[in-house]
């Protein structure tokens, strides 16, 4: 008797299962590409997913990070403490409402100061001021914001 698998329907399941295993590995690697691994950008202009995760950073931060989950975002980046609160002001405004996100900052406790932050390990410094907004659909979006040194760290959660 051969060693070869002669009846048909046990190559179809062979095959049917080989590529099922295939197909669940090439989305496994999609996803971890997507969510499990840091982006570099140079600009938000260069960032390639959704316009949702994308309109929370500003225009003119440099230097971007990005690692994105299913239902939320991490992002560091370099911006100007007055760039970002024009950005803020504008995106976080409630229907015409004038927002002065510069007087809504609030400082870090002291016990916070070299504390790392979220996935990217942003550390926070002594001069830190930090901008929270809620979302209209309950999401949370908070920017840790160094303005000696520009440095940015965001963690944007959205549904």
Request: proline share 3%; net charge negative; hydrophobic share 35%.
């Amino acid at each position: 008797m051969s060693n070869k698998i002669q009846s048909p329907i046990i190559r179809m399941l062979l095959a049917g299962g080989i590529f099922i295993l295939l197909c669940w590995a090439i989305l496994g690697t999609g996803l971890f590409w997507i969510y499990g691994t840091e982006t570099n950008h140079t600009s938000r202009d260069t960032i390639w997913w959704s316009e949702r995760g994308r309109s929370l950073i500003p225009p003119e931060a440099t230097n971007i990070t990005l690692q994105q989950d299913f239902l939320d975002h991490y992002a560091t980046y370099t911006i100007t403490e007055k760039d970002l609160n024009q950005f803020l002001n504008t995106r976080f405004a409630d229907d015409g409402e004038v927002l002065d996100s510069f007087k809504e900052r609030s400082h870090v406790s002291e016990s916070e100061i070299g504390r790392s932050i979220g996935r990217l390990g942003w550390t926070i410094t002594s001069s830190t001021v930090v901008y929270s907004y809620c979302a209209s659909n309950g999401g949370l979006h908070s920017y840790y914001h160094d303005p000696e040194t520009g440095q940015t760290y965001q963690s944007s959660a959205y549904w």
